[in-house]
């Protein structure tokens, strides 16, 4: 399942978790890190997605609201924002002016760069994109991606397949500079959100397709321990 989102229209924001990406030489800060989307955005909420990696699963870095999570690695892919709201998705060795970005989450190397399939990706088999722990290589997977002019951005979900296949679905798509976001059954959504019924308030999340894991308040009543992006109107 590929999610365009037009970015004229939307805006892309990335929120760290109650824990993760964990510093192993930083304790948790409950009160910086609540782990749900803001309440001053949530009436121009359209839709929210799933981060990237646990720490532990190659340390990508993270950093939003002004505070680095993990720091950065030199050759993994970035999702970057700038001030304005345009996204970049790059390695982070592209990446020359780092004070001028709102919020950037790594990922394992960049899976598509300026159109062109990473060179590791020419074998099914290849685990540096995640794997189960018995080293199974077909799974759920998730990836952003941005078109050549930097008007969409490709939010992708797929169950069941490689990251060679998940790299080639994004390419079809339109994306030319794709980044791997999440693996496995429980952590890849794509979630939308519409007013609950009046007896309750507020507002209620649904999964876009069939067979995504997720609670009705996810990312609003309680503190997602992982990272996730939200989307909303300009």
């Known amino acids: ?13 990335a929120v760290a978790g ?7 030489d930083a304790p948790v800060d ?13 009436g ?3 839709a929210a ?8 699963h190659g340390h990508y870095g993270m ?52 159109g062109v399939l990473h060179s590791g990706l020419r074998a099914e088999g290849n685990r540096n994109w995640g794997a189960t722990l018995e080293g199974d290589t077909v799974i759920r997977r998730s990836a952003v991606g941005l078109s050549d002019d930097g008007k969409f951005l ?9 990251a060679p296949a998940l790299a080639r679905g994004m390419l079809h798509a339109g994306a030319t500079q794709v980044a791997q976001l999440d693996v496995n059954f429980s952590y890849p959504r794509f979630l939308t959100y519409q007013d609950a019924p009046e007896s309750e308030g507020g507002l ?24 996730f992006f939200y989307v909303t109107l300009r």
Request: with cysteine; proline share 5%; hydrophobic share 40%.
């Open 63 to 114: 950093m939003s609201n002004g505070v680095e999570w993990l720091a950065p690695k030199k050759h993994s892919c970035t999702i970057a924002a700038q001030v304005d709201g345009r996204l970049t998705i790059a390695p982070w060795t592209s990446i020359t002016d780092d004070s001028s970005l709102s919020w950037w989450r790594q990922t394992p190397a960049c899976m598509v760069e300026g």
């Open 18 to 24: 109650s824990v993760e990406p964990r510093r192993d």
């Open 154 to 162: 490709f939010v992708g979900i797929g169950n069941s397949m490689t």
């Open 49 to 56: 997605f799933n981060g990237g990696f646990k720490a532990e």
């Open 30 to 42: 409950a009160a910086a890190r609540p782990g749900v989307i803001p309440s001053s955005d949530r």
């Open 204 to 227: 209620v999340a649904r999964g876009a397709v069939r067979g995504l894991l997720y609670e009705s308040d996810e990312y609003l009543g309680h503190a997602s321990k992982r990272d």
């Open 44 to 46: 121009a909420l359209v």
């Open 1 to 13: 399942f590929v999610f365009a989102l037009d970015l004229s229209r939307l805006e892309v924001h």
